[in-house]
């Protein structure tokens, strides 16, 4: 071996890197990004959750309200409401988390049933909640029941009161996986679409059959419509695989129309490929496309609410979860098949993701057409 040989080949590397200012970029900036956004998406708890209290005991003085003062306030966003009827309908609407009960009589009963633990009184504080959401539905939970302790450490006794969050409104019986695996399709499809249309098109430019299509009478919308209708079928094909696989292996929970969770995912297609087409105009081989990988899987991961609820994102940042096209997907396709919800329920995350599918579909279009002056 001929270590002068092999040193004018690590010379020989540097020298074209120094020439690709762009490689050299990514290759620090990608690293520093991941961790920045690793840490401050992973680094958080679950924040400012809308939920209503509803405290039907009418003691002067009352434990009901001493839990109350315990709740956590940067955690919960608190509304008081005097109707269960009410408390729950927000949150059946999505204007609400969860529902917080304290039944009628509950101070007295606490105090009867510590002298007499036979005392049929209800000491039980319900908490209905919407646990389509696995991890804030937890975070309430917890939330209140830490609330219960701090109650009774601070009356310096044992009070014989409970938190009861069996009877959820949505998702009752959920696991982890069901409120896992909507956001594992939605991830799954916009990161294969999206990097496979972009390596595609960046080859078909390579290779010069780009330009052999556009000299043929082919429109560049009716190139970019026929991408979309072939990618959007290969989403429905990827969701059908996750789905099947979801039902069998983990047994998740489907509520609602598995159809119109179809419509959210074709369409997350056409978003997806569209961005592909777009970000292949800013590479001129395969190698820069595969710089994109980062910047594209590391925002979704991280902070579309797929893994990690969006509620434990610094507020700060959230807004940036919300020009994320995934985001309303993964709400969509939770929505249907956890709350059980129809396209009135989840028309703001269609009409968002076909903003974000016309505008790309515009935008690739003008930069193909850019591409062939």
Known sequence: MNIHRALAITRRIFSGLRHDRRTVALMFLAPAVAMCVFGLAFSGDVKDVNAVVVNQDNATISVSQAVISNLDEEVLNITYLNDVEEAVRRVKNGDAYAAIIFPEGFTESLLMKRANPSYPGDTTIRVRADKSNFNVANAITKCVSEAVLKTAQQ????????????????????????????????????????????????????TGNLERLQSTPLRESELVLGYAIAFSIIGMLQTIVLLVIGVAAFHIMIVGNIVLAFVVIALLAVVSLSLGILLSSLAKREAQAIQFFPLIILPTFLLAGIFWPVEAIPQWLRPLSYAIPPSYAVDAIRSVMLRGWGIGGIWIDIVALCGFAAAFLAAAVLSLKRGRR
């Open 155 to 206: 009356a310096g006794q044992d009070l014989p009161m409970s938190v009861d969050a069996e009877d959820a409104i949505y998702g009752k019986g959920a696991k982890f996986a069901d409120f896992f695996v909507p956001g594992v399709m939605a991830f799954a499809v916009f990161l294969l679409t999206t990097l496979l249309t972009l390596i595609s098109f960046v080859g078909e430019r390579t």
